[in-house]
């Protein structure tokens, strides 16, 4: 899907250099921006589709991003834990934020204010939790991904981190309450490290008198 999202940016990047004064070559080109921003971002975070909905740029310090509030039913609120939390992004996911933001501060107008995802470069108001869920179904699809959803970049950064025995580590970034709730949905991915004991077993009834 990165790939996809970034030949995109690359073939729309062409069309507004050829054509700047085009409204409907900026209109797509900051579509697919946000498009490829938002599955580095999602990838990268763990984070709800309602955590990304309300993101804003002053949220990020550096590599830093606190996850402070969530958008349901179209309204702005808490986190579904009704905590914040920090976490560090990657640092080419940083750079893809930012390269994004002062592209299209420069371009002009300046935004209205400062959602990181919104249907229009001013950025007046955020895009909702199910329109990032389509633009990502959409971008899936054109890459051939089988029923793609945004969850699932989720529980993919869960399986990772669990699977590689860093459970508090996916609790805080998922920003779960409690690390059971982590290990309850994602034991799944707990490597088995306990062939030495099965052979230990198998080796005493071997040995049986």
Do not use: C
Not at 49 to 72: K, M, N, P, W
Not at 117 to 141: E, I, N, Q, W, Y
Not at 162 to 186: E, F, I, K, S
Request: aromatic residues 4%; hydrophobic residues 40%; positive net charge.
């Amino acid at each position: 899907m990165l790939t996809v999202a970034e030949a995109d940016v690359a073939r729309l990047s062409t069309g507004l250099e050829a054509d700047p004064g085009s409204l409907w070559w900026r209109r797509l080109l900051f579509s697919a921006e946000q498009a490829l921003l938002l599955v580095r971002v999602a990838a990268d975070s763990g984070a709800r589709r309602g955590e990304l909905a309300a993101l804003r740029h002053g949220d990020i310090d550096g590599r830093v991003l606190t996850i402070q509030r969530g958008v349901s039913h179209g309204v702005i609120g808490s986190t579904k834990s009704n905590r914040s939390r920090r976490l560090t992004l990657g640092a080419t996911t940083v750079t893809l934020i930012e390269s994004h933001w002062s592209s299209w501060t420069e371009r002009g107008p300046a935004p209205d204010d400062d959602w990181l995802f919104a249907p229009t470069p001013a950025r007046t108001t955020f895009m909702t939790a199910d329109a990032l869920s389509h633009k990502f179904r959409r971008l899936g699809v054109a890459a051939g991904v089988e029923r793609p959803a945004l969850h699932r970049l989720r529980h993919a950064v869960a399986t990772h981190l669990v699977g590689n025995g860093r459970l508090l580590q996916a609790q805080a970034r998922l920003g779960h309450r409690d690390p059971m709730t982590t290990l309850r949905h994602y034991s799944h991915a707990v490597a088995l490290h306990d062939e030495d004991i099965a052979d230990n077993l198998d080796q005493l009834l071997n040995d049986r008198p």
